[in-house]
Every structure is written in C-alpha cells, then in structure tokens.
C-alpha cells in the first residue's frame, strides 16, 4: 500500500498555477514545495528570483498567497535555501508544482 500525499503538496498541487501566477508578479519563477513541515505555515516554497527582487517582493508573495488563496506561506530562495540545509546537516526534499 502506498502512502498518502503530505496534505501541503496536495494543496500546493492544486493552487499550482495561481501559485505561479502571484509568484511571478513579485519578481521571482519557478516555485517549488520544499518537505519542510513548520507549524506556522502550511507550505514552504522555494522561488528563484527574476532580476532583483527585494525583501517586500517576498513579503508580498506571502501576503498575496494568503489573502488570494488563504494558503499560509514561508518562502526561501536558493542562497537562503542552501545556507538553511547546509547549517541544518541535512536537505530537505524539493518537488516541482
């Protein structure tokens, strides 16, 4: 029996596009899940930015997801990414919307 989908892909999954649709109006593409489970977010999402984008930018992905979808939303950029797992010890999974 296989296991069940994490109820954060499932919802990632299925906003997937609206996702990419309020990532891409702050200045940053290709939005990916992170499997980082924190109690204050439903989802983490690892966006890689498109010129230079600043901290408001990212500010307002997470309040444009919230207020849009009602999807509490952590994001983090590859550099941030990176540091985050290399500190940790450990690289959590990353999947494609």
Do not use: C
Not at 40 to 57: E, H, R
């Amino acid at each position: 029996m296989g296991s069940a989908t994490p109820n954060w892909i499932s919802l990632a999954q299925k906003n997937a596009e609206s996702i990419r649709r309020i990532v891409r109006a702050h200045k940053f593409d290709d939005p990916k899940v992170v499997d980082y489970e924190d109690p204050k977010y439903a989802v983490t999402l690892l966006i890689t930015p498109v010129g230079q984008p600043s901290l408001l930018d990212m500010a307002g992905i997470m309040n444009d997801l919230e207020d849009e979808l009602h999807i509490k939303a952590f994001v983090v950029t590859p550099d941030s990414f990176e540091a985050t797992a290399t500190a940790a010890g450990s690289r959590p999974k990353v999947f494609s919307l």
